[in-house]
């Protein structure tokens, strides 16, 4: 896809004086430390925490200039979450739907963090007897093609718990023997992601303005083979591993190693950003927790299958049931003002 960028002023980004430019710096700073190649990385990391506002926004006006995509329509910005379910180190009746590790013997083909624009195709293998072979889909994992290796993870109540934590790429699981785990994204089967909503709403199951995360969860569990044969259209799968407890503390990770902020982090296609870079994102239908129009500075800290194109985003929205609301009901036209470095 073209893309051409255009400089603009900060006078022309709507929005920008008011925004919180500390909150940005703060998740910027995290963002300099996992890549000191960044930008202005050191001099970010010499001012630390010692900003305020308005020195925040003289940090990126002095050094950046925002542009926007030339000859480009309107974007799009989506929303997710870190869920927070119920799990347990030990199968039983009640949690009985493994959460696996990567496989040894999963050979990936392209760099996770441009999943996006190897989605069209298949990027997971397996060495047979053949010779390679595309790896497990998702309808064989649930079948029992990793059972019995020793991969589980732990267990969770049912398929569209895991179903919907890997499709955020993270999640916190409350263990029922006690404490808590925080599991990450730790790559993929290598086949093509669907989105299911998609699917719902071109078939007419949901109507548009009915949909919602909350609707698709409804539409699964109201008939469970339905549901999962409808999972199973995703062939994608994904496999986590565990924090360990430093590198849990601040929340889950981004595909740039950095613990996301919420409301500041951003998913976006590495083909057209750079993890770590500022983007300020404008987003009229979509409210702020004080109910005013979203105008924010955010940092490229993340990707996603689904996140693909020079004018696509997903914003993080934090961790729990709230998060997960917010997430499942952001999906509107945005623009994108990258800011890149002046010298």
């Not at 699981?173 to 990450?184: K, Q």
Request: proline residues 6%; charged residues 25%; hydrophobic residues 40%.
């Amino acid at each position: 896809m073209p893309f051409n960028l255009k400089p603009v002023s900060f006078e022309e980004v709507e929005g920008w004086a008011g925004d919180d430019h500390t909150a940005a710096f703060s998740a910027f700073l995290r963002s300099c430390h996992a890549d000191p190649g960044l930008p202005h990385a050191n001099a970010a990391i010499d001012l630390g925490d010692r900003v305020d506002r308005g020195m925040a926004r003289d940090f990126f006006q002095s050094r950046f200039t925002p542009h926007v995509a030339a000859e480009c329509g309107p974007g799009l910005v989506t929303g997710y979450y870190e869920p927070e379910i119920e799990g347990s180190s030990v199968r039983s009746e009640t949690f009985k739907v493994p959460v696996y590790r990567r496989p040894p013997d999963l050979i990936t083909l392209a760099p996770d963090a441009e999943r996006a624009r190897f989605n069209d195709r298949i990027t997971g293998m397996r060495a047979t007897a053949d010779g390679e072979a595309p790896y497990h889909t998702r309808a064989d994992i649930w079948a029992g093609a990793l059972a019995g290796r020793g991969l589980e993870l732990l267990y969770v109540t049912d398929q569209v718990e895991l179903f919907y934590m890997q499709v955020q790429g993270s999640g916190l699981v409350w263990l029922a023997e006690g404490g808590t785990v925080r599991l990450t994204y730790d790559g993929k089967n290598g086949h093509p992601y669907t989105s299911i909503g998609a699917l719902l709403l071109q078939r007419g199951e949901i109507a548009p303005e009915a949909m919602s995360m909350a609707a698709v969860k409804a539409w699964l569990r109201a008939d469970q083979a339905r549901g999962r044969a409808l999972m199973e259209e995703n062939r994608s799968y994904v496999f986590f591993r565990a924090l360990d407890e430093d590198e849990a503390r601040d929340g889950p990770l981004g595909a740039q190693g950095v613990a996301l902020t919420p409301g500041r982090s951003l998913a976006v296609d590495t083909e057209y950003h750079r993890l770590g870079m500022p983007v300020f994102v404008t987003a009229d239908g979509l409210a702020t927790e004080h109910r005013e129009p979203f105008r924010r500075l955010m940092i490229a800290q993340d990707v996603g299958s689904a996140i693909r194109g020079p004018q696509r985003g997903d914003i993080f929205w934090g961790t729990g049931e709230a998060a997960g609301a917010k997430a499942g009901c952001t999906s509107h036209s945005a623009r994108f003002f990258v800011l890149l470095p002046k010298h």
